[in-house]
């Protein structure tokens, strides 16, 4: 069974960078792909960032040029640079992957943008 644990979230003043990391237990060579989902009250789940070896990295229209996806097969990691934050990003950020038609998810990893 994977496991994905996610790190790196927490209280952030608008304008700060946050990391989030996304360790899995096994190797990632056959996660496509993997991304960042975020859930913020009321809302439903969308997905922020996504990275794939073919299709390479996507991003919602909101984050483009604030946040960055990448994984390091090495450590079977993937991660999320978040600079600039702002107040709308607050919410709890899931990582997921897919790996042969199965989908796997974190539990999940508060970020609270906020002064």
């Known amino acids: 069974q994977v496991q994905l644990v996610e790190s790196g979230g927490g209280l952030v003043q608008p304008g700060g960078s946050l990391r989030l990391s996304c360790a899995a237990s096994g190797s990632i060579t056959d996660f496509n792909p993997m991304g960042w989902y975020r859930q913020a009250p009321g809302k439903q789940r969308e997905l922020v960032a996504s990275?794939?070896?073919?299709?390479?990295?996507r991003y919602v229209d909101s984050v483009k040029g604030r946040f960055t996806i990448s994984r390091d097969y090495r450590k079977n990691s993937v991660y999320l640079q978040m600079n600039s934050l702002k107040f709308e990003d607050t919410a709890v950020y899931y990582c997921?992957?897919?790996?042969?038609?199965?989908?796997?998810w974190g539990q999940g990893t508060q970020v609270t943008v906020s002064l």
């Open positions: 990275i794939h070896d073919a299709i390479g990295t």
């Open positions: 997921h992957a897919s790996q042969f038609g199965n989908d796997y």
